[in-house]
């Protein structure tokens, strides 16, 4: 009889802790929208406003902003860590809110204070002498900075995790909340770029940079309101001691225990001792990686302390630690071929530019030439408008038919994405070829830098352009759900910042691919691909080699896939924080 009370209490709970996730997405959705509509109306312009503002010479100005947003993005690492080990997803994203509108805060006054910033270019002089920023302008300039690149490596690889925490995971409504959740998240970033550069591009440049600054600075001040209005209502999840020491001990214990013999039934006789406290779900044995079990082998010489727990966990680990560790392994292979993707997405995004450049951009015959940059709004027009179709429609239809949650697996979400990409690409080289073409036989100017501008009207670009925002729908959504879900709970936050590591290594293999081609192509018959004039080039060959690494790609992607296995076992462990009190949900499967 007690034992029954204790399960529907636990029970109680789970539901109260469902039906917090529901009252509280308008306040995290409601974070999320003006954090983002903030830090990215900041950054977005970022590199105009130091070489028109604070006169930097391009070179640095470019340096400068390449180290910030590269730092935001290695910084989530460090803010993962903090978080799951010591603070709290919580904490660290309430600090780092705080944080990024302070750094917005010092940013905007280097606008509206005459003496933050240097003086305007004496234009009527013959040189147009420009003075550059003194090191106490500098200074202050880099504190604003700094705070945003620490709100920033708090915030992204919390935020997705903190929202979904906010659901129970143990039932299907929970489930599909947290597959809801991800698909509304992204629908809010591309609202967010949407935003940014229409109307607050619009106002730092035409209107006043102290008010184009200032908007994104109030954003974010909105956006630390929501969230600390919703504090009662969040389920926090406490952080249990650092994940990174968990896998070194693991790694070090089969180590020690190499020359150890496998057990015949691991599942049964491997020592698997899991602490009352912990968050994490119990799993069900995995074959892979099977010289991690050594670990957990019990000997003679390892000593075992009241509770259960191993005196030595250097020596000894639990098997639930082994297959958690894992986990981790598993998910890296499919990360790297994320990264691959990633790269083929920079490529066409930076080259689209260029191809409007150099194209028709009037819009019908009204006179109105469309800015070359603002082409990136069709790739996220599309998105806007897939994924709340993909979200209330697709997905519960194939849900009928699939019977799986999100209606098909995740990997295969990813791989959808992934083909998009390859089509794309080949979309991108016959309409680049064609663009060329009518550029040499029949073009309608020149530009200033004295190349033809094709005839092509750039309305051929939006089709690849909307094919991108659908394979990021797909990929980039499933890829952020994935981790979330294939990694051990008290490490959601680095999981969060995988996605954004990713990123940065992404953005360098571009670099060095584009650096290769260059260097290649330039000694060939065909002469450089990629030159400053489209024209005299073969972009759409690049495309053409982009879309084979692609296919590779995605053809080692399907064997990862094929390889893959997905977590198993149990329910939430205790360690989760409620309103008032701690939500305990039983280790026991209730």
């Not at 944080?99 to 004496?122: D, E, I, Q, R």
């Not at 999840?237 to 150890?260: E, M, N, W």
């Not at 028709?360 to 897939?386: C, K």
Request: overall charge positive.
């Amino acid at each position: 009889m007690e034992k029954t009370e204790n399960c529907s209490a636990a029970t109680t709970d789970e539901q109260e802790i469902h039906y917090r996730g529901i009252k509280a997405m308008p306040y995290v959705i409601g974070n999320e929208t003006f954090e983002k509509l903030g830090t990215t109306g900041t950054s977005n312009n970022l590199l105009v406003y130091l070489t028109t503002i604070f006169n930097m010479k391009s070179i640095s100005a470019t340096n400068l902003v390449n180290v910030f947003n590269g730092t935001c993005n290695l910084a989530t690492l460090i803010g993962a860590f903090l978080s799951d080990t010591y603070f709290g997803r919580y904490t660290t994203l309430g600090f780092a809110s705080i944080s990024s509108f302070l750094g917005m805060v010092l940013l905007t006054l280097t606008a509206a204070v005459s003496k933050l910033h240097p003086p305007a270019c004496n234009k009527s002089s013959e040189n147009g002498t420009c003075d550059g920023p003194t090191p106490w302008q500098m200074t202050f300039l880099l504190s604003g900075l700094g705070l945003m690149v620490m709100g920033a490596g708090g915030i992204r690889p919390c935020n997705l995790a903190f929202g979904a925490d906010q659901f129970n995971p143990e039932t299907k409504s929970g489930k599909g909340g947290i597959t809801s959740f991800f698909n509304w998240y992204y629908f809010t970033y591309t609202f967010a770029m949407m935003v940014s550069l229409t109307i607050i591009v619009y106002v730092q440049s035409d209107v006043s940079w102290a008010w184009g600054l200032a908007i994104p600075a109030f954003m974010m001040f909105l956006s630390c309101l929501m969230f600390f209005i919703g504090t009662k209502m969040y389920v926090k999840v406490k952080p249990q001691g650092s994940p990174i020491t968990s896998v070194i001990q693991v790694i070090i214990a089969a180590v020690r225990k190499r020359k150890l013999k496998q057990p015949d039934e691991p599942w049964i006789s491997l020592f698997n001792h899991i602490p009352k406290a912990s968050i994490n779900s119990k799993l069900a044995y995995s074959d892979q990686f099977r010289f991690l079990n050594k670990a957990a082998i019990l000997t003679p010489e390892d000593k075992i302390n009241s509770d259960g727990s191993a005196m030595n966990p250097w020596k000894l680990c639990s098997l639930q630690k082994v297959e958690e560790i894992k986990c981790l392994i598993r998910v890296v292979p499919i990360w790297a071929s994320g990264i691959i993707y990633s790269v083929a997405m920079v490529q066409q995004q930076t080259y689209v530019v260029f191809q409007a450049i150099q194209s028709d951009r009037y819009l019908g015959h009204t006179g109105f030439n469309i800015p070359a940059a603002s082409f990136g709004i069709f790739t996220m027009i599309g998105v806007t408008i897939w994924i709340p179709i993909y979200d209330r429609l697709i997905v519960p239809w194939l849900q009928k038919y699939t019977k799986k949650e999100g209606g098909i697996t995740l990997l295969q979400k990813m791989s959808i994405g992934m083909v998009l990409a390859i089509i794309t690409m080949v979309i991108s080289a016959i309409v680049e070829d064609r663009r060329r073409a009518l550029a040499l036989s029949n073009p309608i100017g020149i530009d200033s830098k004295k190349r033809s501008i094709s005839s092509l009207s750039t309305m051929w670009l939006i089709p690849q352009l909307t094919l991108i925002g659908l394979s990021e729908a797909f990929t980039l959504i499933g890829l952020i759900e994935f981790y979330y879900k294939q990694f051990p709970e008290n490490m959601r936050s680095i999981a969060g910042s995988f996605t954004f590591i990713g990123l940065a290594l992404s953005s360098y293999l571009s670099s060095f691919l584009i650096s290769v081609v260059h260097k290649i192509s330039e000694r060939s018959q065909t002469g450089d691909w990629l030159p400053e004039d489209l024209n005299k080039g073969k972009l759409d060959y690049f495309y053409y080699l982009v879309a084979g690494l692609e296919v590779m790609n995605l053809g080692y992607f399907i064997m990862c896939a094929n390889w893959y296995k997905y977590k198993e076992g149990g329910s939430t462990g205790n360690g989760v924080e409620g309103d008032d009190d701690m939500v305990k949900l039983q280790s026991d499967g209730v």
